[in-house]
T-cell receptor, first 110, second 117 residues
Framework: DAKTTQPPSMDCAEGRAANLPCNHS???????VYWYRQIHSQGPQYIIH???NNETNEMASLIITEDRKSSTLILPHATLRDTAVYYC???????????FGTGTKLQVIP | KAGVTQTPRYLIKTRGQQVTLSCSPI?????VSWYQQTPGQGLQFLFE???????NKGNFPGRFSGRQFSNSRSEMNVSTLELGDSALYLC????????????????FGPGTRLTVL
């Protein structure tokens, strides 16, 4: 299983870009990288996913390195509502057996 | 479309008791996964049910069990409760397409907060 490593916490000033890194050096060729976030007292919410190309949606952008060993989630203009725990996961073999771990706690500061 | 619902939202039990938690997935979703969330361990996978069968299982003792009904609703049971079982239990539903390298995006419910005294 591809293990992911994320910093436990990060701060970001409101209005600035938040760049959240994730290391997944043992990822296999067909495995995707998924990002979720969990706002306090709620269940995690899907943000974005990618395989090898950079991806963008209305919530965020995902940059995956060419060797696929790491990725960065970018929130272009962080707001206070983006304060949450962000999880980077690589579902093993694409199956649903996924442990989210402890993620990165992002604090957006006014 | 209604989201994932979990009942009850809060529960207080004492050591040695058993508890049953319920999860209703999004309509059309056939896979239901259960997770335990504690401050120290984060979000840990318990098990996944698909078409009334347990398809994946995490590393939890046999006191943790579950089942899924024909309408995809799922229940999770914890017997002989221990203090360490105090946690937020989250349920997530997904389409559950059963194909290699096909992880389906998961939709989480609000969770059930279990406190064991």
């Amino acid at each position: 299983d591809a293990k992911t490593t994320q910093p436990p916490s990060m701060d970001c000033a409101e209005g600035r870009a938040a760049n959240l890194p994730c290391n997944h050096s043992t990822i296999s060729g067909n495995e995707y990288v998924y990002w979720y976030r969990q706002i306090h007292s709620q269940g995690p919410q899907y943000i974005i996913h990618g395989l090898k190309n950079n991806e963008t949606n209305e919530m965020a952008s995902l940059i995956i390195t060419e060797d696929r060993k790491s990725s960065t989630l970018i929130l272009p203009h962080a707001t206070l509502r983006d304060t949450a725990v962000y999880y980077c996961i690589v579902p093993p073999g694409g199956y649903q057996k996924v442990t989210f771990g402890t993620g990165t706690k992002l604090q957006v500061i006014p | 479309k209604a989201g994932v619902t979990q009942t009850p939202r809060y529960l207080i039990k004492t050591r040695g008791q058993q508890v049953t938690l319920s999860c209703s997935p999004i309509s059309g979703h056939r896979s239901v996964s259960w997770y335990q969330q504690t401050p120290g361990q984060g979000l840990q996978f318990l098990f996944e049910y698909f078409s009334e069968t347990q398809r994946n299982k995490g590393n939890f003792p046999g006191r943790f069990s579950g089942r899924q009904f024909s309408n995809s609703r799922s229940e999770m049971n914890v017997s002989t409760l221990e203090l360490g079982d105090s946690a937020l239990y989250l349920c997530a539903s997904s389409l559950g397409i059963n194909r290699a390298f096909t992880y389906n995006e998961q939709f989480f419910g609000p969770g059930t907060r279990l406190t064991v005294l």
